[in-house]
């Protein structure tokens, strides 16, 4: 299957935005051009040390299969070379973002903090989530901390 991937506004972007540190985005992780714009984003913001991630609502796995793969050939060591913290909010463990999830584990040696905010309706039990998490991070080389948070709990990944 193709991905149209010239859906991303901010593909076309030329310039950089030399000065942006933080950036608070709305993404759909069931659609290619919307992870695609995280990417550009990071593209453009070289010197970016902090994402605020929300995941839209009315996400939906969605028409494009996402998977690690898709993503690892579109996400360098250094897209993500600066980032130094990661929020994702309302997460709901769908490929996509799990996916993103590892990469930036993966990828970006510099993150010192991740924190994972899951929604209350989620395709994954949490705890499912969090041995996945636990071994995202055992993979990776990153000393991050990773919390997971759930309603009232919040759990301390690979700690």
Not at 59 to 76: T, V, W
Not at 108 to 119: C, T
Request: net charge negative.
């Amino acid at each position: 299957m193709a991905y149209m991937v010239d859906e991303n506004p901010l593909e076309r972007i030329t310039w950089k935005f030399r000065n942006l540190r933080t950036s608070n985005l709305s993404v759909d992780f069931g659609k290619i051009s919307s992870i695609m714009s995280i990417l550009s984003l990071l593209r453009c913001a070289p010197q970016i040390e902090q994402l605020n991630i929300e995941v839209d609502l009315k996400e939906a796995q969605g028409d494009d299969e996402i998977h690690e793969g898709i993503l690892e050939a579109y996400m360098s060591e250094d897209l993500v070379k600066t980032l130094k913290r990661v929020t994702l909010s309302f997460i709901k463990c769908f490929p996509g973002e799990m996916s993103f999830i590892k990469l930036l584990l993966s990828k970006a040696a510099s993150l010192e903090s991740l924190k994972v905010m899951m929604f209350w309706h989620h395709i994954m039990p949490v705890s499912d989530a969090c041995l996945l998490f636990t071994t995202y991070k055992k993979e990776s080389s990153t000393q991050v901390k990773f919390i997971v948070e759930h309603g009232m709990d919040t759990f301390d990944i690979g700690s």
